[in-house]
């Protein structure tokens, strides 16, 4: 399987960017041919040189991260140009599936929605904390709650949390969604295929068997 990895360019030293370290091994020590996209911004340059440890194809683009923007995540889905941007790398390398980590629900739309108007069908997004609890308490908080919501609601895809709670968290706040899964061991457990063997690799630390539906 070809899998392309979107990165939301949030830090240098983010633990998200740590995950999808971990996860790209993974999903290439299983077989996948893994491609990833990061930004030129220079503090990516950490995360680029790990990537290339691992020998996979990486793609530098000039784009821009949440914490770039004044407006946040409103600007995000409003910059229809890198939006469309986005859309022409997903198309050019043509993946089976394409993974965005978007660290919380407000990072990471615009990647999102690139990924989802591209012809790419299999989309999937990585929450590790969704944020929704403090949300109405938040500058805008009931602005931030309605637009949140309309935009997760006419922009359906999979929801991968690290934690059974992040993933409360969001239904709870996100009523109407139900595309939503938990993360292990690195990688989305969406169908095992032998539960014994899986509980043996685990306790030895290995990398399991899997695939994604």
């Not at 240098?12 to 999903?27: C, D, P, Q, T, Y």
């Not at 009931?142 to 935009?151: A, T």
């Not at 706040?173 to 899964?181: E, H």
Request: with cysteine; glycine share 4%; hydrophobic share 35%.
């Amino acid at each position: 399987m070809k899998i392309l990895i979107f990165s939301s360019n949030s830090s240098s030293r983010g633990g998200g960017e740590r995950f999808l370290i971990n996860l790209a091994k993974s999903l290439k020590d299983l077989g996948n041919n893994v491609e990833i996209v990061l930004s030129t911004n220079k503090y990516m340059d950490t995360w680029s040189r790990e990537f290339e440890e691992l020998n996979l194809n990486i793609h530098r683009y000039n784009l821009k991260a949440l914490v770039q923007r004044k407006l946040r995540f409103v600007s995000a889905i409003l910059d229809f140009y890198q939006i469309k941007k986005l859309k022409d790398i997903c198309n050019q390398i043509m993946p089976n599936l394409i993974i965005v980590n978007q660290q919380y629900d407000e990072d990471g739309l615009d990647y999102i929605k690139g990924a989802l108007s591209s012809k790419i069908s299999n989309v999937i997004g990585f929450i590790h904390m969704p944020m929704t609890n403090s949300k109405k308490d938040r500058p805008l908080g009931l602005l931030r709650m309605k637009l949140l919501k309309s935009w997760y609601y006419k922009n359906p895809y999979k929801v991968v949390f690290c934690s059974e709670g992040s993933k409360t968290e969001f239904k709870n706040f996100y009523k109407k969604i139900d595309n939503v899964f938990v993360v292990n061991n690195s990688i989305p457990l969406f169908k095992v295929r032998d539960y014994n063997d899986y509980y043996k690799r685990r306790k030895n630390c290995d990398i399991i068997n899997l695939t994604f539906v």
